[in-house]
């Protein structure tokens, strides 16, 4: 895992705003600085989330920004038997048990009460397929890149589900799968993430996987004190030029890499050129450590 492959993996389920590129500038930065790739995913693992159109848009948003990817974009609605082979695998090692249980019937619990981890507790009702985080590697404790160590009991965040009653595959195992299949060595991504890492970290652990390196940056919060999302209706990004030079600069800004102010008006490969040169992560650190005092290991 020497060679830098770093990527980008967002959630079709509607088009990308200003949140959305500061998170993909940083991980295409970060990818670029060190010489490596820079792959991109659509996480559309989840179909009735993900309006028809919405993945196209995300490829021209980024192309609009000169975000250009390498290699070819990997669809996670193309990768069922990946993810089957890993429960299987799951199953096999005594971490993977089926759920028949509700969300409502534990509603009064702070963390699921691993009712089912013995035997389903209500037989003949759909079952979703779980994760026993209290088997599994603990405590997970790991490096992040720009907020130091961390150390979590994944036992104390409750059994995450792995597949959804349903039948659709939740994120954490998705995600666990694709990053090792695609040899990603770096995950860049918002802090509102780092603590679905020690699922991922007890996932990879169990698997064999290799365990990536992680940098959480520090989220985009909107005028009402919310992080941007597509949930806060924050504004998609634009796709015209004359448009595109002075947000993708304030991308810049946001991440505290203080870019000259003419370079606002300069053409897109021209921020991204000087952005590349000068990236540094220790920019980041004020904002990071206010931020750090709102997630409790």
Same mark, same amino acid.
């Given at each position: 895992?020497?060679?830098?492959?770093?990527? $980008?993996?967002?959630?079709?389920?509607?088009?990308?705003?200003?949140?959305?590129?500061?998170?993909?500038? *940083?991980?295409?930065?970060?990818? =670029?600085?060190?010489?490596?790739?820079?792959?991109? =995913?659509?996480?559309?693992?989840?179909?009735?989330?993900?309006?028809?159109?919405?993945? !196209?848009?995300?490829?021209?948003?980024?192309?609009? $920004?000169?975000?250009?990817?390498?290699?070819?974009?990997?669809?996670?609605?193309?990768?069922?038997?990946?993810?089957?082979?890993?429960?299987?695998?799951?199953?096999?090692?005594?971490?993977?048990?089926?759920?028949?249980?509700?969300?409502?019937?534990?509603?009064?619990?702070?963390?699921?009460?691993?009712?089912?981890?013995?035997?389903?507790?209500?037989?003949?009702?759909?079952?979703?397929?779980?994760?026993?985080?209290?088997?599994?590697?603990?405590?997970?404790?790991?490096?992040?890149?720009? $907020?130091?160590?961390?150390?979590?009991?994944?036992?104390?965040?409750?059994?995450?589900?792995?597949?959804? +009653?349903?039948?659709?595959?939740?994120?954490?195992?998705? #995600?666990? #799968?694709?990053?090792?299949?695609? #040899?990603?060595?770096?995950?860049?991504?918002? $802090? !509102?993430?780092?603590?679905?890492?020690?699922?991922?970290?007890?996932?990879?652990?169990?698997?064999?996987?290799?365990?990536?390196?992680?940098?959480?940056?520090?989220?985009?919060?909107?005028?009402?004190?919310? +992080?941007?999302?597509?949930?806060?209706?924050?504004?998609?990004?634009?796709?015209?030029?004359?448009?595109?030079?002075?947000?993708?600069?304030? *991308?810049?800004?946001?991440?505290?890499?203080?870019?000259?102010?003419?370079?606002?008006?300069?053409?897109?490969?021209?921020?991204?050129?000087?952005? #590349?040169?000068?990236?540094?992560? *220790?920019?980041?650190?004020?904002?990071?450590?206010?931020?750090?005092?709102?997630?409790?290991?």
């Amino acid at each position: 895992m020497s060679a830098y492959r770093g990527r $980008f993996a967002p959630t079709p389920s509607g088009p990308l705003h200003f949140g959305s590129l500061v998170a993909a500038l *940083a991980s295409f930065l970060d990818a =670029r600085r060190a010489g490596g790739e820079w792959r991109l =995913r659509i996480e559309d693992v989840d179909p009735p989330r993900c309006p028809a159109g919405a993945a !196209d848009t995300i490829l021209r948003q980024l192309e609009a $920004f000169g975000l250009h990817w390498d290699g070819p974009v990997t669809w996670q609605h193309d990768r069922h038997d990946a993810y089957a082979a890993a429960l299987e695998r799951l199953r096999g090692l005594g971490l993977a048990y089926p759920c028949s249980c509700s969300r409502k019937q534990w509603r009064d619990y702070p963390i699921y009460p691993g009712w089912c981890r013995d035997g389903v507790r209500e037989p003949g009702k759909p079952v979703a397929w779980r994760l026993r985080s209290d088997l599994g590697l603990r405590p997970v404790v790991w490096e992040d890149r720009l $907020f130091g160590e961390q150390r979590f009991d994944p036992a104390a965040l409750g059994d995450v589900v792995l597949r959804r +009653k349903d039948g659709l595959w939740a994120y954490q195992l998705a #995600v666990v #799968v694709d990053d090792a299949d695609q #040899v990603t060595t770096d995950v860049v991504r918002g $802090f !509102d993430l780092l603590d679905n890492t020690p699922w991922q970290r007890q996932l990879q652990h169990a698997l064999g996987y290799p365990e990536p390196r992680y940098l959480h940056l520090p989220l985009i919060i909107g005028e009402d004190g919310q +992080k941007l999302s597509k949930q806060n209706l924050a504004p998609a990004l634009p796709e015209q030029d004359d448009a595109v030079r002075p947000l993708l600069h304030a *991308a810049l800004a946001a991440l505290d890499q203080a870019p000259p102010r003419e370079l606002a008006t300069a053409a897109v490969e021209e921020q991204l050129h000087w952005a #590349v040169a000068h990236w540094e992560i *220790a920019r980041l650190r004020a904002e990071a450590h206010r931020q750090a005092g709102s997630v409790t290991p």
